[in-house]
């Protein structure tokens, strides 16, 4: 009788434990769990950092527009026009014209062909790239803390602001048919007289404005497009 109780109290005691293979099991289980929040908790953070970046850069891109808006096409002095030199013409006001050396001096939106706005401009548009990216005032807008304060520093008593870094506003813009925005045009296109139909000066064409911001992180090899805003202007 003493043995059957003592063996019986042993099986008892056994039973009440876990085995090596259910503790194996729960861990594997409870480390699975981790691992899903880990991952679930990255993706968030990634597409919010996402979500932010295509604010960042729709907003940006929209300040160009604004800038533009009451822009007119070309030049409002001497327009758009080719000169006749006996060799099929040359075209005069595409682009920045003589003495238009910074976004301020830009008075029609032809100007803005080819430039760009970024943390790495230099003064003067020679290279097509000019300091920004820049805001509805044609003002660099400048990186900012936390809690809102201007980054940047003291150059001979004036403070120089940073502007937002890894930033870039490409601006483009073209001629298109006035039934096919969709088709661009060359600068100097034009269209002779025929039958009823009076021709088309190189200045009588709609313009389409395109916008690419682009964001280059420090660990980034290049810039890539985060957002890109078109319009048609009549």
Excluded: C
Excluded at 4 to 26: D, N, P, Q, V, Y
Excluded at 89 to 103: F, I, R, S, Y
Excluded at 150 to 179: C, H, S, Y
Aim: hydrophobic share 40%; no cysteine.
């Amino acid at each position: 009788m003493t043995r059957t109780r003592t063996r019986s109290r042993r099986s008892a005691r056994t039973r009440t434990g876990f085995t090596l293979i259910e503790t194996m099991m729960a861990t594997i289980i409870i480390g699975v769990g981790v691992l899903a929040m880990v991952d679930a908790q990255t993706a968030f953070i990634r597409s919010n950092s996402w979500s932010s970046h295509a604010a960042s850069a729709t907003y940006l891109a929209n300040e160009i527009r604004e800038l533009t808006r009451h822009m007119p096409k070309h030049d409002p002095v001497n327009g758009l026009f080719i000169e006749d030199d006996g060799e099929g013409g040359v075209l005069h006001g595409w682009g920045p014209d003589a003495g238009e050396v910074t976004v301020d001096d830009f008075d029609d939106i032809d100007d803005f062909d080819g430039m760009t706005f970024s943390f790495v401009g230099t003064a003067g548009h020679g290279d097509g790239d000019l300091p920004g990216p820049i805001n509805a005032f044609g003002e660099v807008i400048p990186e900012l803390t936390v809690d809102g304060t201007e980054l940047g520093e003291d150059m001979n008593g004036e403070f120089v602001a940073q502007p937002m870094t890894g930033w870039t506003q490409r601006v483009i813009v073209q001629k298109v048919d006035p039934f096919d925005p969709g088709t661009a045009l060359a600068d100097n296109f034009t269209e002779e007289p025929s039958g009823d139909f009076p021709g088309r000066d190189v200045d009588e064409y709609p313009l389409r404005v395109t916008v690419q911001v682009l964001y280059q992180g420090l660990n980034d090899a290049e810039a890539d497009i985060v957002a890109e805003v078109v319009w048609i202007v009549p």
